[in-house]
């Protein structure tokens, strides 16, 4: 939501602003940095220049293109450009002044494509468009650091999406909904940045332009709209169509987008006009499916009856007439060569046809229905999806080349990664599945929405996955890495291990072979001597010196890793060694034994202490960090804890993954691993055995290593492959509160937080390390609502009983009020920090002047108020309440801008 447009002009990135406060200008006068790209800039000894060398945005290359400043005349709602050389930052390109992430963009990918669907049908996102949309993705992209969250929720839509599409930046996500709007969400944080609304129908198809300005949206109510990205109402309305579209496509350079319908018409438009060039009327039936060929020499359309016509977009001059027969033909995609076309029916089958048209390559038929298409970004492969679950891929000659197992339910869209290595897979289940591309193998499954999944696209970086639902969210999902394979042994691995700092990777195999390898290339280093016997365990010492070997004989050796050779071997009586791990202080080794035992070897070689507990073979065994708890797995299909000095059994771990064949333990000792026999690795707090994770790899894991910093994993599987994981973080847990926490916020700077519930303590805290700086006994009642000043270090509470209270953040009061109407659900400031916003149980909203002063009272909302904020420089005030509304009002007068009304629900918050 934003505010009303300001006539006054924006200061620029480098110019000062004259209120300390306000920081509107970018520049902060404490630190003297540019918010935008937190650089310091230089200036002249001048009080202000004209020109200050800035090392920030302006300097650098991936925040181009840097937009003129845009202004608004007073006597015109026409947006007006200033001179070119006056510029302004992108994070400060909006009208109401606030800052936002980054608008600007790197060219847009093409659009996307949307089937024709009858009203009350389901919605089902063209998988042409996923697999344009990859191919458009530049190389040189903005890469989105792993943050290793539960996945993010981009709530606000009221039903269900229909569309969603990445920026070619990868830092928004615009999608649009059956709820008739369109939204542009921050990747990184899940704000909505902008609400579209205008549209009087569902919106079934977006797409973006090259220059990622505007966006183009086909609706329902039989109308197209183009919008600027900055800007909450479109810029224009085109009209021509006489019923809904159903699909669209922009040309490569943006300049022309061409768009289907279910009056059995396609319109060509000059997009800087809105005007119609040309219009096709080639079909009998309603248009279903639209494509861009990638030069913009041709354009391919389709209808449900199966017909495909190929025109050419500049006199409108048929190039070819194909039929599929199958009935409707619910996709198009053009190959990236331009040299071929891709359709899906509803016959189930995908056909590729040769261009200029030759007979179509006639893919083997599905068994039943045909739900979804996507081309692999080389062009060498399609995958296909039916109604029965069954996805597969075919290459250009027809031939099956590999099948995906584990699809829950129906199918409704698939998405290939840019690199060609992730197919994802969304069901109406509201399950997405993942898969390697190359093998087949699972990657990972996500139970995604509550409803059907209605679309899928996949990050340009590969790192993220968005997904859309008939449950009206749209949600980013942190995707795995791909692990990487060390390649070279004859025969099935056996065991793998890392080095402490993460450099080195030691694998042994069943033919007794030992090998140390580089783990930052995955090159083989040198042979170690070999064992002779089936290599069983591995461990390296933490200097990296030596590396420890046992074998299905019981045999345990030492080897120097500088040449290989032998420097100590010694038996172990009770069978194979199935593990062994150095103590913390490298002086002592542990090992276990295929008899159940596990024994404390002192170096030099001394007689073993034995750990019990075990009712059957131990297969692994790892030691903590610190030496003093050893961590076992055994065939009994239990992992325990033992302390090390001793013997003593500490703990025993829940949800064990079948038969133990490898335990590990991360560097801080903070995480155990363990692996089982039906390809599951469960992750546990070491320290209270609770449940953190699980990965399914599919194949027997028989070897496990953290990576030094903890953030990775190296396994070692009975398919001969070695795999390198990345792990996400652990939250940061902030105890102290013996009653539930009601209430949460955090300083403007980011550097403190202050919670409180009804056990009345409100306690501060440093989010850096999580640390608590103080808590005080702040109301009689239970505390609902806090807020913190936006410039002083003061802070606002207030309880059930409607007390209001300002403190100090050194736990002193500096003032208290009382809002007759009861308990305060929320409270905000301004931005100068000048008046306080409470949000009561009877509906209404009072303005408190500070220094305090007698509150201005407004009733809005015909239950209670729950949320409230103030938007740009406090001349708007938005609420919402337990009545499902949203009202925008006049700070100065209280009287109500506008209504939001159709929430699914209660509001009981709101950000800008």
């Known amino acids: 939501m934003s505010t009303p447009s300001t006539s006054a002009p924006m200061p620029n990135c480098w110019q000062r602003s004259n209120t300390p406060a306000a920081c509107a200008s970018g520049i902060s006068k404490a630190a003297n940095l540019c918010i935008c790209c937190r650089q310091t800039r230089k200036t002249s000894s001048r009080a202000r220049p004209s020109r200050p060398e800035h090392l920030g945005c302006h300097a650098r290359p991936r925040h181009q ?263 409707r033909v619910s996709s198009l995609a053009y190959g990236p060569n331009n040299a ?149 042994h004859d025969a099935a691995e056996a065991r793998a291990c890392l080095s402490a700092d993460g450099q080195w990777a030691v694998t042994g195999t069943a033919d007794g072979k030992l090998r140390l390898w580089n783990a930052a290339n995955g090159q083989i280093v040198r042979e170690l001597t070999p064992q002779g016997q089936p290599i069983t365990a591995l461990a390296f010492r933490r200097d990296n010196a030596l590396v420890a070997s046992g074998d299905a004989a019981g045999n345990i050796r030492l080897l120097q890793t500088q040449d290989g050779a032998v420097l100590h071997a010694f038996t172990a009586a009770g069978g194979a060694v199935t593990s062994l791990a150095w103590h913390g202080n490298s002086q002592q080794l542990v090992s276990a034994s295929g008899d159940g035992t596990v024994r404390l070897w002192r170096l030099p070689q001394s007689v073993p202490r034995s750990l019990s507990g075990h009712t059957d073979q131990v297969t692994c065994v790892a030691a903590a960090p610190g030496g003093q708890v050893a961590y076992t797995g055994s065939l009994d299909q239990t992992v325990r804890a033992f302390d090390a000095a001793s013997g003593q059994p500490l703990r025993q771990y829940n949800n064990v993954p079948g038969a133990v064949g490898a335990v590990a333990v991360s560097p801080d000792g903070g995480l155990l691993a363990a692996a089982g026999s039906n390809g599951v690795i469960q992750f546990w707090n070491a320290g209270d055995g609770a449940d953190r994770l699980q990965l399914a790899l599919g194949a027997s894991v028989r070897g496990l290593a953290f990576h030094p910093q903890g953030q990775g994993l190296a396994t070692a599987a009975d398919d001969g492959t070695v795999r390198l994981w990345q792990l996400p973080a652990a939250p940061r847990v902030l105890g102290g509160h013996a009653q539930p926490v009601t209430v949460a916020a955090i300083s403007p700077t980011g550097e403190l937080a202050c919670t409180s519930g009804a056990d009345r303590v409100l306690r ?34 207030a309880d059930q009983a409607g007390q209001i209270r300002l403190w100090n953040l050194e736990g002193a009061p500096l003032a208290e009020f009382h809002s007759p109407a009861g308990a305060v659900h929320s409270l905000s400031y301004n931005g100068a920090g000048t008046r306080l916003l409470s949000a009561s149980a009877d509906g209404s909203l009072r303005i408190w002047e500070l220094p305090l002063a007698a509150a201005r009272s407004w009733q809005v909302h015909a239950d209670q108020a729950t949320a ?24 100065a007068s209280g009287q109500q801008v506008r209504a939001f009304e159709g929430q699914n629900g209660a509001v009981t918050s709101l950000a800008a």
Request: charged share 15%; hydrophobic share 40%; proline share 7%.
């Open 764 to 797: 501060l805290w440093r989010l850096a390390d999580g640390s608590q700086l103080r808590a005080w006994e702040a109301h009689g009642q239970g505390v609902t609502a806090a807020a913190f000043h936006p410039a002083q270090p003061q802070l606002a509470t």
């Open 340 to 488: 071929l076309l891709a359709s899906a029916g509803s016959d189930g089958a995908a056909r590729i046809w040769q261009l200029p048209q030759m007979p179509p390559t006639q893919l083997p038929v599905h068994a039943g229905e045909l739900r979804a298409m996507a081309f692999a970004p080389n062009g060498q492969a399609v995958y296909t999806a039916t109604a029965a679950g069954e996805v597969r891929a075919t290459d250009s000659s027809g031939q099956i080349t590999r099948s995906y197992a584990g699809q829950p339910g129906q199918p409704v869209v698939l998405a290939v990664s840019s690199d060609g290595g992730l197919l994802a897979s969304g069901s109406q289940t509201g399950h997405v599945k993942l898969w390697n591309a190359a093998d087949g193998s699972d990657r990972q499954m996500l139970a995604a929405h509550l409803g059907a999944v209605t679309d899928v696209a996949i990050h340009p970086n590969n790192q993220q996955l968005a997904t859309t639902g008939a449950d009206g969210f749209v949600r980013i999902w942190q995707l795995p890495q791909a692990p990487r394979e060390l390649a070279g």
């Open 65 to 327: 293109p840097i937009f003129p400043r845009l202004a608004a005349d007073a006597g015109s709602p026409r947006r007006q450009q200033l001179p070119a050389e006056t510029l302004v930052c992108p994070t400060h390109a909006t009208f109401d002044r606030t800052p936002r992430r980054h608008l600007a963009m790197t060219p847009a990918h093409p659009p996307c494509l949307l089937p024709y669907a009858r009203r009350g049908a389901r919605p089902l996102h063209t998988v042409a468009a996923l697999f344009c949309t990859l191919l458009a993705a530049a190389p040189a992209l903005l890469a989105q650091p792993a943050r290793g969250q539960p996945p993010e929720k981009y709530v606000g839509h009221s039903s269900s999406v229909s569309a969603a599409e990445f920026a070619a930046s990868g830092e928004l996500l615009v999608s649009g909904s059956f709820d008739n709007t369109v939204r542009i969400f921050d990747v990184a944080t899940g704000a909505t940045l902008r609400t579209l609304e205008g549209h009087q129908g569902q919106v079934l198809c977006l797409a973006l332009s090259s220059d990622g300005t505007r966006l183009l949206t086909g609706s329902r109510d039989n109308t197209l709209r183009l919008w600027d990205m900055l800007v909450p109402h479109p810029l224009a309305v085109w009209q021509g169509h006489q019923q809904t579209i159903t699909c669209l496509a922009l040309s490569p350079d943006g300049s022309l987008a061409v768009t289907g319908s279910a009056d059995h018409t396609l319109r060509l438009w000059q997009r800087a006009e809105g005007s119609t060039l040309l219009l096709y009327e080639g079909h009998s039936a309603a248009v279903t499916a639209a494509a861009y060929r990638r030069d913009g020499a041709e354009v391919a359309s389709a209808d449900a009856t199966g017909r495909i016509q190929v025109w050419n977009p500049a006199d409108g001059r048929q190039m070819a007439a194909l039929f599929s027969p199958g009935g």
């Open 868 to 891: 409230v904020v103030v938007l740009g420089g406090g001349t708007h005030v938005v609420s919402g309440g337990l009545d499902q509304t949203v009202r925008l009002l006049d700070a």
